[in-house]
Each structure stands twice: as C-alpha cells, then as structure tokens.
C-alpha cells in the first residue's frame, strides 16, 4: 500500500492478533485499541504518523520495512533495519525523527497497476543451473529478486554469473536482496559480488524481500520502459530502503 498510495497524508494502521479475538488470553484486543488511538492522533491539526504502518505487541512499525519473524510470539513482527515509529506502554511515544511526513500538501494518487511477473530465487549451497534456469525461463518473467549470502554475494559459478548476464541482455532486471534479517547489500564488498555489479544487478540495499516483490510489481506495472524501472529501483520511493 504505501508504494500504491502517493502522497500519503493519513494513517494506515494494519493490525490483528496471534490469538483469535474470542480467547481469554487474546493479543487482539490491545492491538486494536492502541491501533485506532494512534491513527486518531493528531499534532496541529495534523495526523502524527502519516503512513502505512503495522501495529502489533507496543510497537508501531513502517509497513515497507516489516517482516514477520514469528508464528508462536506475540512480538510476531519485526523491523530489523529501521527504528519503530511509536512505542506504547503507560504512553505513547512517537519517534518523530523516524516519522515521514510529506513536504507538502500534495493529491492523493492511487497506483492500481502491477505488473506481477516477478519471481525470488533464494541462493543456497549447491544450487545447480537447472534450478536456475527452470526460474529464469519462466514465460513472461520481467524482474528477478535473488536472495544472495550476507552483504549480497553468490556462487562464484562461471555458469551462474553467464545465466545472469544472459537475463539481463534479453532484458530481464536482477535486484540483489539480502537473505539475512539485518543488514544491507554491499555489492562490490568482496569479489563475489563484483562481477554480479558489473552485469548490472541493482542492489537492494537494506530492503526486505517482501518490500522488494511490491516495489518491483508496482514500478513493471508503472513504466514499461526497464530504463524508467532501473531509474527509480534503487531510490526510497515510500521509506522502504537507506
């Protein structure tokens, strides 16, 4: 949502529970009311947290940078990369720095296309090129995200480097994304990543991977030049990468 809403200026507050609402011990109701209080606040005839954000277990967290770390917790969510918003206890306590508020009164605009040809291959040791290429060959396919190790490396596979250029040259866009919870890519870091820079993958920085599927579907749905797409991929569109 917050790539498909530009020009926010209210709050979008997703929450729910790990314990159906209905139970004794449930996590929902707290989340709900401390959910509607802080989309309800206002500073200056202002709404304090102007984003797309998910409420759960005292802490408010920017959407684009949340991943779900756990089933069983009631801390279910986390935001490895990017402080939380707003915290709750005996108050409310908003990060304002962290906060990103519009630079001006701008209309709403609602982007409805994406373009959903995009595909993840998560890197693991011993990888073979069938696999790889099975994924690459995908009919339609437009934009691949590969989960690399740690600071964005791969195998150093002559084939595996040769299958991403050959992507890339038919007009497929790479965009290199960390496995790791925490961290960024740092293509160029070590070797291993030098070559994947110089087939022109586009590093994700300290985007997640989720972030990463809606970002890529929204700009292939907006532009159909990979130029205006490779333009805007490696830029914060909605606060979602450094």
């Known amino acids: 949502l917050s790539f498909m809403m530009e020009n926010l200026t209210k709050p979008v507050i997703f ?83 962290h906060i990103k508020y519009p630079k001006e009164a701008k209309k709403l605009i609602v982007h409805k296309t994406f373009d959903n040809n995009v595909a993840i291959l998560k890197l693991f040791p011993g990888i073979n090129r069938n696999f790889v290429q099975a994924v690459m060959r995908t009919e339609g396919l437009r934009a691949l995200i590969i989960e690399t190790f740690g600071s964005g490396n791969a195998p150093t596979y002559r084939w595996f480097l040769d299958d991403i250029k050959g992507f890339i040259r038919d007009g497929g866009i790479i965009f290199n994304v960390t496995q790791c919870h925490g961290g960024s890519v740092e293509m160029g870091l070590y070797e291993t990543s030098r070559e994947m820079l110089a087939a022109g ?35 914060s569109l909605s606060g979602e990468m450094s």
Not at 205 to 228: F, P, Q, R
């Open 15 to 97: 929450t729910g529970s790990q314990l159906p609402i209905g139970l004794l011990r449930t996590d929902g109701r707290e989340n709900l009311i401390t959910s509607i209080e802080i989309a309800a606040a206002r500073e200056n005839e202002a709404p304090v947290v102007p984003e797309v954000c998910i409420y759960f277990d005292n802490k408010l967290t920017r959407g684009n940078r949340t991943t779900k770390m756990s089933a069983e917790h009631f801390d279910a969510f986390s935001s490895p990369n990017y402080p939380p918003l707003a915290e709750a206890g005996l108050h409310l306590k908003f990060n304002y720095n």
């Open 201 to 235: 993958v586009v590093s994700g920085k300290d985007i997640t991977s989720e972030a990463s599927v809606t970002k890529l579907m929204h700009l292939l749905g907006k532009y159909k030049n990979n130029k205006d797409v490779l333009k805007h991929l490696s830029k």
